[in-house]
């Protein structure tokens, strides 16, 4: 178990997945809020038979699998039923985050989610380290990675809190903007300074 949480966050195409790989290369366990949502829907779970029963065979694909964009989609124009998928989903993934945490090994563990201040994860974690980019060169990233229209792109950045927002509840920040090697370096100073905290706690 690991009592020290370090909740990694930042804007789409920011560098979390970057980030959080290089914090992996020291055994630090990583726990992605995203891979524990789209796990909780899978065929055949009891969160799925719900979510059928309520919206309709219609949100799933020819593959059995949920379709979180239609999901999304009709969500976003729907705040009751936003409601009450929130009420379904967010206990759940809480508690698979707590088992995660509880079964990890490392001194200390990274729980990486894009919407950990949104959500209000941040709750759970003893510090929050913001992966920082200026929007334009998130954009550039996020659209040259997915081969995503600048549209859609941004639409997502403004779902999501603005950059100085972030930043504003921002104990660490890794500047992300720099090349890869400079964020190697960043990287191996919080990792020192986190093993540390975690040594005291
Ligand atoms: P998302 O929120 O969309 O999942 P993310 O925050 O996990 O994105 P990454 O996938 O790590 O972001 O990075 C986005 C893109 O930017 C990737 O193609 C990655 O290779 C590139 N990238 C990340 N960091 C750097 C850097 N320091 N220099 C150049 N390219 C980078």
């Keep these: 178990m690991s009592n020290f949480i370090v909740g990694l966050t930042g804007g789409i195409g920011s560098g979390k997945t970057t980030v959080a790989n290089i914090f992996a290369a020291y055994g630090v366990t990583l726990i992605d809020a995203d891979i524990i949502a789209r796990d909780i829907v899978k065929p055949q779970t009891p969160a799925l038979v719900k979510i059928v029963e309520r919206f309709g065979n219609n949100y799933l694909g020819a593959d059995g699998y949920l379709d979180r964009a239609k999901l999304r989609e009709k969500v976003f124009n729907d705040s009751t039923a936003k409601q009450w998928l929130n009420n379904l989903l967010h206990p759940l993934i809480r508690s698979t985050i707590g088992k995660e945490l509880s079964a990890a090994k490392?001194?200390?563990?990274?729980?990486?989610?894009?919407?950990?201040?949104?959500?209000?994860?941040?709750?759970?974690?003893?510090?929050?380290?913001?992966?920082?980019?200026?929007?334009?060169?998130?954009?550039?990233?996020?659209?040259?990675?997915?081969?995503?229209?600048?549209?859609?792109?941004?639409?997502?950045?403004?779902?999501?809190?603005?950059?100085?927002?972030?930043?504003?509840?921002?104990?660490?920040?890794?500047?992300?903007?720099?090349?890869?090697?400079?964020?190697?370096?960043?990287?191996?100073?919080?990792?020192?300074?986190?093993?540390?905290?975690?040594?005291?706690?």
């Design 106 to 201: 490392s001194a200390y563990c990274l729980l990486i989610a894009p919407l950990l201040i949104e959500n209000k994860l941040t709750h759970y974690v003893n510090r929050v380290l913001v992966v920082d980019v200026d929007e334009k060169t998130q954009l550039t990233r996020a659209m040259l990675r997915d081969n995503n229209s600048q549209t859609l792109i941004k639409n997502i950045m403004k779902s999501q809190l603005p950059r100085q927002e972030r930043l504003a509840v921002a104990d660490d920040i890794i500047d992300n903007t720099v090349a890869l090697d400079k964020v190697h370096k960043q990287v191996e100073k919080l990792h020192q300074f986190y093993l540390n905290l975690a040594s005291t706690k």
